[in-house]
């Protein structure tokens, strides 16, 4: 006997709706019984990392200022996959995208007056996410580099060239030595919302919306389906299959790039340490549960958000260790990916002598 | 049933109306630690909890205290430091350099919350800083590594190039140079406080380029295991690591947080805490030289309690003359570094090998 995964032909609406609520029922019953054995009350446990999350207007934006750059590197993943690009690199195109708007808010204050250069410093964020994502695409399409290998070591290149800035060439001189560079001058500043939370969040819902249009209505959304589904398919109807991969990745890399770019001008106001907590990987889980569809994205995002942020109030409010709160996070986490993968997918017990037939990879 | 939920009714009913009395009776201050690594590291964040267990059980029910563990630094500090201020504690210690800029962010929209912010230099109407003088301790220690070394190398495992951690090593190699002018401080920098990997491997490159004594300025243990399993001698840093580690090493450079946290939130109880910037020494007791291992010779440990008993006296490690890396005198005999050069030190003595990057 052989475990194949199916794809299911259709799935109904009810299983759409019912299979989230019941993963996330055995999520909160899995990660109950482990506080229970760390003998601490779900109960409140659980009443604690919501109320910390979404409970209070302060909590409630610092949910928004994680769900931000989730939405944008989300949307650019969900993208880059809907063509079967696997595009693992969105942690070094937000890094990218955080050094070039950090470039221009550093050292073009004195060309560019007032509120445009937070304009330049955004534009500049987007095109360099954009270059880095075009790299794989360049690779992938002229010379047949795989993609995630390509997107993945990019990230460290990413990651080490912004500290090899803040450590080295734009350390703040009036920093005492400590890493970082100085601090960004104000009008270069995204304006906050509440609390933190920044004008990114309208960005990004306004993108999802856009997305979510251009890809059901353009001819480009139609071609990103077909080559999706099958770019042989796709050559056949005369799609310029090479073209649309380098176009569809320089917007992924773009709205990556734009979550580097407002988390600097948004939040830290300087190029420094912790640009980026691991945004563009969770980026991916993300990209899955909302099953590429950038409407589900934001959505999808906030939950994410609210999990990490009330993650913590199971250290900072029931005193359990930090890593308590990192395997809920984990075991919220889990079943719902499960959840989504037997909802796409149908498990079948097959002789191990019989080929099967039209059999697609698991998720 | 009827009875029942009667009965809880009522039960509820008292609760509620004696329990605003109890609580204004003796609601407790709440205070809270944000720390960088976790207390098990047996270092830096090890000495900030034994602070914290220490006023907890000095103060009773008169305070709450929680932590957390693990912030790293940068923006995100900022959120944890804000959600203790939003769930209403009253006051709220930051213990790392990085978390500076984040408490200044926090204290601004949080004008009834106090602050203490460890190590840094930036203050506020509702945030004081505080610190102490470790190079004081070091000194010492670099008394016994002076005498001690036998390659006339010791190796610095060293955070990042900032005055607090330059001013560690100036006072760490002041003391091997005052017994020992031929030897050498070796610096390499991790750019990190908790990475217990980074630390050991740097640790490592010392003793292979001929260190046969490790110094250090990080939070954990490691380069003092990495030490002893070469053989070698090292000095501890934060906690007293022979504890934890064994007799080689030699003595440490250790903290001792419980009679300031004491002081400072004794004021507070009594409303009459006021901001300020904290900066103790070896005789106020918020720095320490450790009990000292046997491996040290009875001679070299008199030479140590003959100039600790010059430093409580009032004498500053920093007392010319002092030469900088290139054999220059910047500071003629008789003079002292004024605390606001010291503050912002971005020079290495005479005697240290590396650079201030």
């Known amino acids: 006997m052989k475990m194949v995964f199916e794809k299911r032909k259709n799935v109904s609406i009810g299983a759409q709706f019912l299979v989230p609520i019941i993963s996330f029922l055995i999520s909160l019953l899995l990660s109950g019984i482990m506080l229970a054995v760390f003998g601490s009350n779900p109960f409140t446990t659980f009443a604690a990392m919501f109320k910390g999350a979404f409970g209070s207007m302060n909590g409630f934006s610092e949910t928004l200022v994680k ?7 989300g949307l650019g993943v969900a993208l880059a996959f809907k063509l079967k690009f696997w595009n693992i690199g969105a942690e070094g195109q937000l890094t990218m995208g955080g050094v070039a708007t950090a470039w221009v808010a550093l050292f073009w204050g004195n060309g560019i007056q007032g509120p445009l250069l937070l304009v330049v410093a955004l534009l500049a964020g987007c095109v360099s996410g954009a270059l880095w994502a075009g790299i794989p695409a360049f690779l992938k399409t002229r010379l047949k580099v795989d993609e995630t290998l390509v997107t993945l070591m990019l990230n460290y290149v990413a990651i080490l060239f912004s500290e090899y800035l803040y450590y080295g060439p734009w350390r703040d001189p009036k920093g005492y030595g400590f890493p970082g560079s100085a601090p960004f001058p104000e009008n270069a500043w995204l304006p906050r919302i509440a609390g933190r939370a920044h004008a990114g969040l309208f960005f990004a819902i306004a993108l999802a919306l856009i997305l979510w249009i251009v890809l059901r209505r353009t001819r480009w959304g139609f071609e990103i389906s077909i080559i999706g589904a099958s770019p042989k398919a796709a050559r056949y109807q005369g799609i310029s299959v090479e073209r649309t991969i380098m176009l569809t990745m320089l917007v992924s890399g773009a709205l990556s790039g734009l979550a580097g770019a407002c988390e600097v001008t948004g939040i830290s106001h300087r190029l420094q340490q912790g640009l980026s907590l691991g945004y563009g990987n969770t980026a991916i889980i993300i990209a899955w549960m909302s099953q590429l569809n950038p409407l589900a994205v934001p959505f999808v995002s906030l939950i994410m958000a609210g999990i990490m942020v009330g993650g913590d109030q199971v250290q900072l409010m029931m005193g359990l260790p930090s890593a308590v709160g990192t395997v ?19 498990v079948r017990w097959i002789k191990a002598d019989r080929k099967p037939v039209c059999v697609e990879g698991g998720a | 049933m009827k009875k029942l939920v009667l009965g809880l009714l009522a039960f509820a009913m008292v609760f509620a109306m004696v329990s605003p009395i109890v609580a204004q009776a003796k609601k407790p201050l709440k205070i809270a630690f944000v720390y960088i690594g976790p207390p098990g590291d047996m270092g830096w964040t090890y000495e900030q909890e034994r602070g914290r267990l220490a006023i907890q059980k000095a103060f009773g029910n008169k305070i709450e205290t929680k932590y957390i563990e693990n912030v790293p630094e940068g923006p995100d500090a900022e959120r944890v430091i804000r959600q203790y201020a939003t769930a209403g504690f009253d006051m709220i210690f930051t213990t790392s350099f990085g978390y500076m800029d ?8 949080f004008p009834n919350v106090i602050f203490e912010h460890c190590s840094g230099y930036k203050t506020a109407d509702n945030m004081a800083t505080y610190f102490g003088r470790i190079e004081e301790a070091r000194y010492l220690t670099g008394i016994i590594a002076g005498r001690m070394t036998k390659s006339n190398v010791i190796g610095y495992v060293a955070a990042f190039p900032i005055p607090e951690v330059v001013r560690g090593i100036n006072g760490f190699t002041l003391g091997v140079r005052s017994v020992n002018p031929k030897a050498q401080v070796k610096v390499v920098w991790t750019n990190t406080w908790y990475d217990p ?11 292979d380029s001929g260190a046969d004594i490790i110094a250090q300025h990080q939070d954990t243990t490691e380069p003092q295991k990495a030490a002893q399993e070469r053989g070698k001698y090292s000095i501890g840093y934060d906690s007293d690591m022979g504890k934890f580690v064994g007799d080689s090493v030699l003595a440490s450079a250790t903290w001792n947080w419980e009679t300031y946290l004491t002081k400072t939130i004794q004021d507070a109880l009594d409303g009459k805490w006021k901001t300020h910037a904290y900066w103790g020494g070896l005789k106020d007791n918020v720095v320490q030289l450790s009990s000292i291992s046997s491996k040290v010779p009875a001679s070299v440990q008199s030479e140590v309690e003959a100039a600790k008993k010059k430093i409580l006296g009032g004498w500053s490690i920093f007392t010319g003359p002092i030469k900088d890396q290139n054999g220059k005198v910047v500071y003629a005999a008789g003079q002292v570094i004024p605390d606001d050069k010291q503050s912002a030190m971005d020079w290495f003595v005479e005697g240290v090998v590396g650079k201030v990057q």
């Not at chain 1, 769900?67 to 944008?72: D, N, S, V």
């Open chain 1, 328 to 346: 809920i996070q984990g075991l919220i986490l889990f079943p719902m990916l499960a959840g989504s993968l037997f909802t796409e997918y149908r």
């Open chain 2, 102 to 109: 984040p408490t200044v962010a926090v204290a601004k929209d």
């Open chain 1, 67 to 73: 769900a931000i750059p989730l939405m944008l590197t």
């Open chain 2, 197 to 207: 990997v980074k630390e050991r491997e740097a640790a490592v490159a010392l003793l």
